[in-house]
C-alpha cells in the first residue's frame, strides 16, 4: 500500500473513531447537561476558540507546508520547526495577555469567570502540540494512536465523572484538559524526530506568512467560531445550546472530508515543490469526484432525517435544533469545494493573498449579517449566516480560479453524474423519514447508504 493510501486508511480511522466518540458521548452530555448547560459550556469553549484563532494565527497552514517542503533535509529541518514554533509561542504570549484583560472586564465573560480561566490552558498548551510538525512529516500513524488513547481515556472519564446538570464545570475541565495531554505528548514525542534550537526561536521569518493566513482564518471564523460567540453575547445560553447542537452535527459530518484534505495538503505541497505539475491536477480533478459523490447524498440524507438525528443524538429537549440543521447542511457541498481549492490548490501554490481576499468578502457579510439577524432570529440567524458567507467564499473562489487558470473546476458533467447518483438517496431518505420509530429509522438510512457507496459507489463511481 503507498504511503498516501496508509495516511488515509490513517486519518480515516482516526475520522471514523471521532464518529463513534462523538455518537457515545454527545448525546449523553446534552441530556445529561441540559440545552442551558450545554450552550454555557460552548458559549465559553467557542469564545477561548476565537482567542485561540489570534494564537494560532496560520501556523497550522504554515508549519505543515514549510516541514512538508523540507523534511528530508535534518538540518533544515530542525531549523525551520524552530522558527515556526518560536512565532507561535510569541503570538500565544500576546493572545493571553488581551484575554485576560477581557475576561476581568466584560461582564458576559466575568460571569463565567471560572471555566473562562481554565480555558486558558486550551490557548497555552496549543502552542506545544506541534500537530503541523507531525501532518508536515506526514506521520499520521503516530497522530491516529495518540489521539484515539486520549480520547479513550477522556471517553471513561466523562462517564465517571459528568453524572447530573450541575457538572458542567467537570466536563469542561475534561475537554480542556484531553487538550492539555495530546499537547504535552506531541512536544516530548517531537524530540524524536526534530532538535528545537533555541537561537532560532527569535526568527520573524514566517511572520509575514503567519499574520496574512492568521488574518484568513481570522475572517473565516467571523461566520464559525464567532458567531456563537456573538449569539450567546446578543441572545441566551439556550439559543447557544440549540445552534450549537446544530453546528456540531454540521461539523462532524463536515471532517469527513476535511480529514481526507489534511492528508492531502502536504502531499499537494511536495508536488509544487518538486514541479510534478501533472500529479498535482491529477489529485486535484479526484478530490472533486470525491467532494460531489459523497457530499451530494449526505448532504441530502441530513436534511431529510434531521429531525430523527436531532432526536436521536440529543433528546426532545433540541427540536428548535432542527430547522437550523436543515439550513446547515446546504453549506456541506460548498465548504467541500472550497477545501479542495483552498487547502489542496491554493495553499501549496502559496497563494495567500487571494485566500486573505476571499475570508474578507465571508468576514464583512458575516459582521452584517449577524447585526440584522442574529439577535432576531436567534440560532436561525446564525445558521442563515453561516451558510450565505460559505457560499459567497466558494463562489468567490470558483471565479477566481477560472479567470486566474491555476488549476480546472468540476466539469458539467461530472456535477450531472453527482445529481443523479444522489436520486437514490432522495429515495432512502423519505422512506427512513416515514418510519415512525426514530433509532429504526436512522439505522435503516445509514445502512441503505453504506451498502449503495460500498457496492456501487465504490466500483463505478470512485475507484
Avoid at 530542525?78 to 518560536?86: E, K
Avoid at 503570538?91 to 484583560?101: C, E, M, N, P, S
Avoid at 475541565?173 to 524524536?192: D, Q
Avoid at 426532545?316 to 479542495?340: F, K
Wanted: net charge positive; aromatic share 14%; proline share 2%.
Amino acid at each position: 500500500m503507498s504511503n498516501i493510501k496508509k495516511n488515509i486508511a490513517y486519518k480515516g480511522l482516526l475520522t471514523f473513531s471521532n464518529y463513534i466518540i462523538g455518537f457515545i458521548t454527545f448525546p449523553y452530555i446534552t441530556r445529561v447537561l441540559g440545552p442551558e448547560n450545554f450552550g454555557i459550556v460552548n458559549f465559553v469553549l467557542n469564545t477561548v476558540d476565537y482567542f485561540l484563532l489570534f494564537a494560532t494565527m496560520g501556523i497550522a497552514t504554515i508549519g505543515t507546508r514549510e516541514i512538508a517542503s523540507c523534511r528530508d533535509n535534518k538540518d533544515k529541518l530542525n531549523q525551520t520547526y524552530s522558527r515556526i514554533l518560536g512565532i507561535n509561542l510569541w503570538f500565544t504570549i500576546l493572545t493571553l495577555v488581551v484575554y485576560f484583560i477581557l475576561i476581568s472586564c466584560i461582564p458576559r465573560f466575568e460571569s463565567q469567570k471560572e471555566l473562562f480561566w481554565i480555558g486558558s490552558a486550551k490557548i497555552l498548551f496549543t502552542a506545544f502540540a506541534v500537530e503541523w510538525f507531525f501532518t508536515g512529516i506526514e506521520n499520521f500513524k503516530y497522530i491516529t494512536i495518540r489521539s484515539l488513547i486520549v480520547k479513550i481515556a477522556y471517553v471513561i472519564l466523562v462517564f465517571l465523572l459528568v453524572k447530573d446538570i450541575y457538572d458542567y464545570r467537570i466536563f469542561f475541565t475534561l475537554t480542556i484538559g484531553s487538550v492539555v495531554v495530546n499537547s504535552l505528548i506531541n512536544f516530548v514525542y517531537a524530540t524524536n524526530y526534530v532538535k528545537l534550537l533555541l537561537i532560532e526561536i527569535k526568527s520573524t521569518i514566517y511572520l509575514r506568512s503567519n499574520v496574512k493566513l492568521g488574518i484568513y482564518y481570522i475572517m473565516t471564523s467571523m461566520y464559525i467560531t464567532f458567531n456563537v460567540m456573538y449569539l450567546g453575547l446578543v441572545t441566551n445560553d439556550l439559543e447557544v445550546g440549540y445552534y450549537s447542537t446544530a453546528v456540531k452535527l454540521y461539523f462532524i459530518i463536515l471532517s469527513l472530508f476535511t480529514a481526507f484534505t489534511s492528508v492531502m495538503m502536504p502531499r499537494m505541497t511536495a508536488l509544487v515543490s518538486s514541479d510534478s505539475k501533472d500529479q498535482f491536477f491529477k489529485y486535484i480533478s479526484k478530490s472533486y469526484r470525491l467532494v460531489l459523490f459523497f457530499a451530494l447524498p449526505i448532504t441530502v440524507l441530513s436534511i431529510i432525517l434531521a429531525p430523527q438525528i436531532i432526536l436521536v443524538l440529543s433528546g426532545e429537549g433540541y427540536s428548535e435544533s432542527i430547522l437550523p440543521m436543515r439550513i446547515l447542511m446546504v453549506a456541506l457541498v460548498m465548504v467541500w469545494t472550497a477545501q479542495v481549492i483552498a487547502i489542496q490548490g491554493l495553499v501549496p501554490l502559496k497563494k495567500d493573498n487571494l485566500l486573505l481576499n476571499a475570508s474578507v468578502i465571508g468576514a464583512v457579510l458575516s459582521i452584517g449579517l449577524n447585526i440584522l439577524l442574529t439577535a432576531r432570529y436567534g440560532a436561525l440567524g446564525s445558521s442563515i449566516v453561516l451558510v450565505v458567507c460559505e457560499i459567497s467564499v466558494t463562489s468567490f473562489y470558483c471565479i477566481l480560479v477560472k479567470v486566474k487558470g491555476y488549476f480546472q473546476l468540476p466539469s458539467l458533467k461530472l456535477v450531472l453524474a453527482a445529481i443523479i447518483w444522489t436520486i437514490p438517496f432522495i429515495g432512502i431518505g423519505l422512506i427512513c423519514y416515514s418510519i415512525k420509530n426514530v433509532w429504526i429509522s436512522v439505522l435503516v438510512g445509514i445502512g441503505f447508504t453504506g451498502v449503495l457507496f460500498i457496492t456501487i459507489g465504490k466500483k463505478y463511481l470512485l475507484k
